[in-house]
């Protein structure tokens, strides 16, 4: 079965850290970029991160960057999206997807329309 499986979110205390984990099955990551998208109730989805098939190019947004970091293992055809000094502002279903080769960024904004298969989303809360 062709699908990919976030895992790793759970509730966790302002300034605290998560790893999030998207695992794919029944097709390699090897030739996809890997991007990370979070929706927050009543808010647009937002592209968080996203990395190039060949591991040289990577994107973060401007609200996680110095605090996020993907990264990705193509020998367990896993991506890691490593969150640190997590902020309220934080909270959202975060959803893992896939393109071909390259993220998609136009004006700075990681665009959604060339991902070809997403993940059930998995649930970020920060909160004290």
């Known amino acids: 079965q062709v699908q990919l499986v976030e895992s790793g979110g759970g509730l966790v205390q302002p300034g605290g850290s998560l790893r999030l984990s998207c695992a794919a099955s029944?097709?390699?990551?090897?030739?996809?970029?890997i991007a990370w998208f979070r929706q927050a109730p009543g808010e647009e989805r937002e592209g968080v991160s996203c990395?190039?098939?060949?591991?040289?190019?990577?994107y973060y947004a401007d609200s996680v960057k110095g605090r996020f970091t993907i990264s990705r293992d193509n020998a367990k055809n896993t991506v890691y999206l490593q969150m640190d000094s997590l902020k309220p502002e934080d909270t959202a279903v975060y959803y893992c997807?896939?393109?071909?080769?390259?993220?998609?960024?136009?004006?700075?904004?990681?665009?959604?329309?060339?991902?070809?298969?997403w993940g059930q989303g998995t649930q970020v809360a920060v909160s004290s």
């Open positions: 997807a896939t393109e071909l080769f390259f993220c998609t960024v136009r004006d700075n904004n990681l665009r959604d329309y060339g991902m070809s298969r």
């Open positions: 029944g097709f390699t990551l090897d030739y996809y970029a």
């Open positions: 990395i190039s098939s060949r591991n040289d190019s990577t």
